[in-house]
């Protein structure tokens, strides 16, 4: 079955860097877009990037755009977020999400508080 498992969260001071990744399994990773999803605390969940299959083309919400890089390895079946610059409004759970045959999945997610 499709699986998806983000790690790489943590507590980061306002400026620094994280690098989070997203493990997948059960279906042909190469061949699907791939998006990274956050929510924060009481607010909804929203996109933060996508991919498209051979990540050549790369989309982001404005409010992460030219810090957050969206990457992936399809040899490993991983996808990546690279988070520079960060700042505490990107404070959320961080969600690697896929659509396989009009069904969405979601990973665990992972915590990132910026905080001082």
């Known amino acids: 079955q499709v699986q998806l498992v983000e790690s790489g969260g943590g507590l980061v001071q306002p400026g620094g860097s994280l690098r989070l990744s997203c493990a997948a399994s059960?279906?042909?990773?190469?061949?699907?877009?791939m998006y990274w999803y956050r929510q924060a605390p009481g607010k909804e969940r929203e996109f933060v990037a996508t991919?498209?299959?051979?990540?050549?083309?790369?989309n982001y919400a404005d409010s992460v755009k030219g810090r957050f890089t969206i990457s992936r390895d399809n040899a490993k079946s991983t996808l990546y977020l690279q988070m520079n610059s960060l700042k505490p409004e990107d404070t959320a759970v961080y969600y690697c999400?896929?659509?396989?045959?009009?069904?969405?999945?979601w990973g665990q997610g992972t915590q990132v508080t910026v905080s001082s």
């Open positions: 059960g279906f042909t990773f190469s061949t699907y877009f």
């Open positions: 991919s498209t299959s051979f990540g050549d083309i790369t």
């Open positions: 999400h896929t659509r396989r045959n009009g069904n969405p999945y």
